[in-house]
């Protein structure tokens, strides 16, 4: 007699979500969940900083050099030949907070379907090791970003599915949310980093095109939040349709 999924197979998708959402908001509040999360924040600070450098690269910038601080902090150093405008001043500004958003959603995205599980998580690790090679030039990334890598691409080579689906939920949901989780950053005007004051994204994308900068908080807090929502609910969607799939499968079989 054929066995069938349970009706409760989309359910356990949004508990494994959830779940993955509360290590990252609530870990850091108990005792030394600040130091298992460690790696991981360095993480999230990787993906806001690739984000300002690949969106400079996109617009004919040079990608100079990503340095990440042990506090979490990093900074990535960008230039132009020419004069900046001030719509790519606020675009390279943009695109930190937008990243991690960006990224988090396709990696969500990518949990919905098992054929991609491996190789989302296999890109990651490969891309996390790219921008060590040329991008990265601090201690504290050369040291932690390898190691994340290298345990990204061992899940996706050694895990059995369940843990690789989740690592790749828990990623998706760590670089999402990471926008979310440093709210009080994109509502400064000025933040200091490693010891010397700069303008925060919002701070530089208010000095570029003149609106407030607590306007272009919201702004991007709204996008981003559209963004996640769309994603979750298409791979809540997608999820649910492969499983109604595979039941009629089954019971053609049966």
């Given at each position: 007699m054929a066995s069938f999924p349970g009706p409760h197979s989309q359910s356990e998708q949004v508990g494994r979500l959830i779940i993955a959402a509360a290590l990252v908001l609530f870990l850091p509040q108990l005792p030394l969940g600040n130091y298992l999360l460690y790696p991981f924040a360095i993480l999230t600070t990787w993906f806001h900083e690739m984000g300002h450098g690949l969106t400079a690269l996109l617009l004919g910038w040079q990608?100079?050099?990503?340095?990440?601080?042990p506090d979490g902090s990093g900074v990535a150093e960008s230039y132009t030949l020419g004069e900046p405008g001030r719509l790519s001043q606020a675009l390279v500004s943009a695109g930190g907070p937008l990243g991690p958003v960006v990224v988090g959603a396709l990696l969500i995205l990518?949990?919905?379907r098992h054929t991609l599980w491996r190789p989302a998580l296999y890109t990651l690790a490969a891309a996390i090791a790219l921008s060590v090679v040329i991008w990265v030039r601090s201690a504290t990334g050369l040291i932690v970003l390898p190691l994340v890598a290298a345990l990204i691409a061992l899940i996706a080579w050694r895990a059995s599915d369940g843990p690789a689906r989740f690592a790749l939920q828990f990623l998706g949901v760590l670089a999402g949310f990471s926008m979310f989780r440093d709210w009080h950053y994109l509502f400064t005007e000025s933040a200091v980093i490693a010891g010397r004051p700069i303008l925060s994204d919002t701070g530089v994308?208010?000095?570029?095109?003149?609106?407030p900068h607590w306007v272009w908080a919201i702004l991007l807090t709204g996008l981003s939040g559209l963004i996640l929502g769309a994603s979750l609910k298409y791979a809540l969607r997608e999820d649910g349709s492969q499983n109604m799939r595979s039941t009629s499968r089954e019971k053609v079989k049966s």
């Amino acid at each position: 007699m054929a066995s069938f999924p349970g009706p409760h197979s989309q359910s356990e998708q949004v508990g494994r979500l959830i779940i993955a959402a509360a290590l990252v908001l609530f870990l850091p509040q108990l005792p030394l969940g600040n130091y298992l999360l460690y790696p991981f924040a360095i993480l999230t600070t990787w993906f806001h900083e690739m984000g300002h450098g690949l969106t400079a690269l996109l617009l004919g910038w040079q990608f100079d050099r990503l340095i990440l601080f042990p506090d979490g902090s990093g900074v990535a150093e960008s230039y132009t030949l020419g004069e900046p405008g001030r719509l790519s001043q606020a675009l390279v500004s943009a695109g930190g907070p937008l990243g991690p958003v960006v990224v988090g959603a396709l990696l969500i995205l990518a949990s919905a379907r098992h054929t991609l599980w491996r190789p989302a998580l296999y890109t990651l690790a490969a891309a996390i090791a790219l921008s060590v090679v040329i991008w990265v030039r601090s201690a504290t990334g050369l040291i932690v970003l390898p190691l994340v890598a290298a345990l990204i691409a061992l899940i996706a080579w050694r895990a059995s599915d369940g843990p690789a689906r989740f690592a790749l939920q828990f990623l998706g949901v760590l670089a999402g949310f990471s926008m979310f989780r440093d709210w009080h950053y994109l509502f400064t005007e000025s933040a200091v980093i490693a010891g010397r004051p700069i303008l925060s994204d919002t701070g530089v994308i208010e000095q570029a095109l003149f609106l407030p900068h607590w306007v272009w908080a919201i702004l991007l807090t709204g996008l981003s939040g559209l963004i996640l929502g769309a994603s979750l609910k298409y791979a809540l969607r997608e999820d649910g349709s492969q499983n109604m799939r595979s039941t009629s499968r089954e019971k053609v079989k049966s």
